[in-house]
C-alpha cells in the first residue's frame, strides 16, 4: 500500500529538518516545498539535505515577483503597519507561500501539508487559515501542536540532539539558539536569549542591515517616484552618474542595497500575538521602511484630508490587522484592498530622501498631477486667494459648543 503523501514547508534550517525526518520516522512519504520570497539562502544546498533526509521531491518557487507585486507594493499603498512600528515583514509573506505550497500538494496529490510554526506564534494561524481558504478539504500536519512532539522536544536543544543524532546539519547551535525568518522584505529575530525583553541583541545577530554606528560617514541621496501610491521609479546620483531603476523587483532591491547600507530599519519591540501572548521580536525592513516613509510623505502633497483620515482610522488598521491575524484570504481584505487603492488614485509624484546612519528623511516632494496645494495660499508673506478675516467666523462657530461646555464646567466647580 502506498505512504499517504505530506507537503512540508521547508526552509532548510533546524526546526523543519528534524520535521522531515520525524514525517518520515511516521512513515508518510514527504514533498518538500522551499519558497524563494528573497531570503539568503542556498537552496541547492537545502534541497541536497532534504533528499539527503528522505523527502521525495523538493520544489522550490520563485515567488519575489509576486510578493512584491501583490503584497509588498499594496502594503506601501496602504501605509501598513501593525502597533504603530512594525511593518509586517513576515506577515506579507504567508499568502504567496501558502498559496504556492497548496499547489503543489494539489500537484502531488498530497493529503495534508505540514509546516514548523510553533504552537505559541502567530505563523500557525496565517498559514492554516490560508491553507483552508485556498483548500477548505486539505488536512493540516501541525508537529508543534501534537502532543507526541513537543513532549519529544521541548526547546530547541532536544531539536539539535535530535539532529546530531539523524545526522542533520543546521546552522542553529547551543551557543546561538535563536531563530530567524527571512525574506525580500525583512528578517526576524525571536526565541532564545531574545526571550528576555531586557536583553540586549548582540551586534552579531543582525544579518542584513550595516550598524548604524559604522555605516558610511556620508549620506546618500535618491528619488522614489510614485503612480497611484505604487512605486514605479527609484533614481539615485552620485559621481559615477544618475542610476534609475524600474520594475517592481528590480525597485525593491535598489531600496534594499540603499537602506542596508546605511542601516536603516532596525526595530526592536514587545508586540501582541494574534493569540494572546506578548513576544518579544527584532526586525529588520530595510527597503520597505524606506518606500513607507517616502508613500507616506508624499500623501501629506496629493490626498485629500478627509479621504485620509478615513483611510487610517478605518483601512489601514484593517488591513494591517488582517495580515498580522492571517486573514489575506478573506472578504472583508479584498473590501478593505479596493478601498485603498480607490484612495490612492491621485498619489502621484516624486519624494526625494536620504539615508544617513540608520535613518531615512525627506527632503522634498512634487507632483505634477495633485493640485491641492497652492504655495500662495499656504505662504505668510502674501494674502494670495485667502482670506483672512474669514477665520474669524471659523473660529466662532467651532467656539460655540466649547463655550457651553466651559460654562457648564463653570457651574459645577469643576477645573479645565
Known amino acids: 500500500m502506498a505512504k499517504e503523501k505530506v507537503c512540508l514547508a521547508y526552509s532548510g534550517g533546524l526546526d523543519t529538518s528534524c520535521i522531515l525526518a520525524w514525517l518520515i520516522e511516521k512513515g508518510y512519504a514527504v514533498v518538500c516545498f522551499m519558497a524563494d520570497v528573497g531570503q539568503e539562502e542556498d537552496f541547492e544546498a537545502a534541497k541536497k539535505k532534504a533528499l539527503k533526509i528522505g523527502a521525495e521531491k523538493v520544489y522550490v518557487e520563485d515567488l519575489r515577483q509576486e510578493f512584491v507585486e501583490e503584497l509588498c507594493f499594496p502594503a506601501i499603498q496602504c501605509n501598513a503597519v ?182 536603516v530599519g532596525r526595530i526592536d519591540i514587545v508586540e501582541n500575538r494574534f493569540i494572546g501572548i506578548k513576544s518579544r521580536g527584532c526586525y529588520e525592513t530595510p527597503g520597505l521602511t524606506v518606500l513607507w516613509v517616502a508613500h507616506m510623505d508624499l500623501e501629506g502633497l496629493t490626498l485629500d484630508r478627509e479621504v485620509r483620515a478615513l483611510r487610517d482610522q478605518f483601512a489601514t488598521v484593517g488591513w494591517s490587522r488582517c495580515l498580522y491575524n492571517g486573514l489575506y484570504f478573506s472578504p472583508e481584505r479584498e473590501y478593505l484592498q479596493r478601498a485603498v487603492v480607490a484612495a490612492q488614485d491621485g498619489v502621484t509624484g516624486q519624494v526625494r530622501c536620504r539615508v544617513y546612519k540608520g535613518h531615512v528623511s525627506v527632503l522634498g516632494r512634487s507632483s505634477d498631477t495633485a493640485n491641492l496645494y497652492d504655495m500662495s495660499e499656504s505662504s505668510m508673506d502674501e494674502i494670495g486667494a485667502f482670506e483672512p478675516s474669514d477665520t474669524s467666523g471659523f473660529i466662532a462657530v467651532q467656539a460655540i459648543r466649547l463655550k457651553k461646555y466651559g460654562a457648564m464646567k463653570a457651574d459645577k466647580g469643576e477645573r479645565l
Not at 500557525?124 to 507526541?148: G, M, T
Open 82 to 263: 501593525y502597533e504603530g512600528v512594525y511593518l509586517l515583514g513576515t506577515s506579507l509573506a504567508r499568502p504567496v507561500i501558502a498559496r504556492s505550497q497548496i499547489a503543489v500538494a494539489q500537484k502531488e496529490k498530497c493529503v495534508a501539508v505540514s509546516h514548523g510554526c510553533t504552537g505559541k506564534g502567530n505563523d500557525q494561524v496565517r498559514f492554516e487559515l490560508a491553507f483552508y481558504a485556498l483548500q477548505p478539504s486539505i488536512k493540516v500536519i501541525a508537529p508543534w501542536r501534537l502532543p507526541e512532539f513537543y513532549t519529544r522536544f521541548v526547546g530547541r536543544n532536544d531539536l539539535l540532539d535530535y539532529a546530531a543524532q539523524q545526522n542533520i546539519p543546521v546552522t542553529s547551535t547551543k551557543s546561538k539558539p535563536w531563530s530567524m525568518d527571512e525574506n525580500l522584505a525583512h528578517c526576524s529575530y525571536e526565541a532564545g536569549i531574545l526571550e528576555d525583553p531586557n536583553t540586549t541583541p548582540p551586534d552579531d545577530m543582525w544579518k542584513l542591515t550595516t550598524s548604524p554606528a559604522s555605516a558610511p560617514s556620508e549620506p546618500e541621496d535618491f528619488t522614489v517616484t510614485f503612480q497611484a501610491g505604487i512605486p514605479t521609479k527609484l533614481t539615485t546620483s552620485s559621481s559615477d552618474g544618475t542610476t534609475t531603476t524600474t520594475g517592481a523587483l528590480d525597485i525593491f532591491l535598489a531600496a534594499n542595497t540603499l537602506a542596508r547600507r546605511h542601516g
